[in-house]
């Protein structure tokens, strides 16, 4: 988010340093276990603090931003017994190669995506998830301060609620307050999401082939 403060991304990542891995994250972690090696993207992963999380708790992580700052953060993090385990893509989220993955993060990324690109970017992300699979991230409301912004996009509640259409919603609420930010105070109007792809019926497959056999992104 240091888009809104000239992009002082060292001083973003200074400011930010400590914090908690992202509370839907970790629900979402949470609903679909141990990752046992399989596959969660982090989109806009920044300085890596969600991907360390889901590394610790058993998954492949495939972490992609387009600020190299960050990137480097990350990579000085990532534990050498899993550095097998994640793939780091230095690209803008809406050209990287969204593998098929169980979880797909996106903490508070998806925001700052151009409007003109953002349905690609979100039927990329629905084709990726794997039946079974869970979204966690945010948007942003028309009330956020920040609405209106060239280069970023805003929904409000039906527009929301359309884009999980045909998701199974685990949570889904409405942050409408003040606060603060890098860039000094401002309100956060925020639509956190936890949205699972139905599962396909085991019965239903054939010869029971096994749907969480996901081959590692090349």
């Known amino acids: 988010m240091a888009e809104r403060a000239g992009e002082d991304w060292a001083g973003y990542y ?4 400590g914090r908690e891995p992202r509370p839907m994250l970790l629900a979402a972690c949470e609903q679909l276990g141990a990752g046992a090696g399989r596959t969660a993207v982090d989109l806009g992963c920044g300085d890596g603090t969600d991907a360390l999380a889901l590394l610790a708790r058993g998954w492949s992580v495939v972490a992609v931003d387009k600020e190299r700052t960050g990137l480097d953060l990350l990579s000085a993090r990532v ?3 899993s550095a097998e385990r994640i793939q780091i893509i230095h690209a803008p989220f809406t050209e990287a190669r969204l593998p098929s993955a169980h979880l797909i993060h996106a903490g508070f990324s998806l925001p700052f995506c151009a409007p ?4 690609g970017l979100w039927a990329r992300i629905r ?3 794997l039946p079974g699979g869970v979204f966690a991230g945010q ?3 028309p009330r956020d301060s920040w609405a209106g912004e060239p280069g970023m996009v ?3 509640l039906h527009q929301v609620r359309h884009l999980i259409d045909g998701l199974a919603i685990l949570e889904l609420t409405e942050t409408d307050r003040d606060g603060d930010a890098f860039s000094g105070p401002k309100h956060w109007h925020v639509f956190q999401i936890l949205a ?9 497959l054939p010869g029971g082939a096994d749907v969480s056999a996901v081959p590692w992104p090349s």
């Open 14 to 17: 200074a400011w930010s340093s």
């Open 79 to 81: 534990p050498a017994t």
């Open 116 to 119: 003109a690109r953002f349905p």
């Open 196 to 204: 699972q792809e139905p599962a396909i019926d085991d019965d239903l």
């Open 139 to 141: 948007l942003f409301g």
């Open 127 to 129: 084709r990726a998830l």
């Open 154 to 156: 805003f929904h409000d």
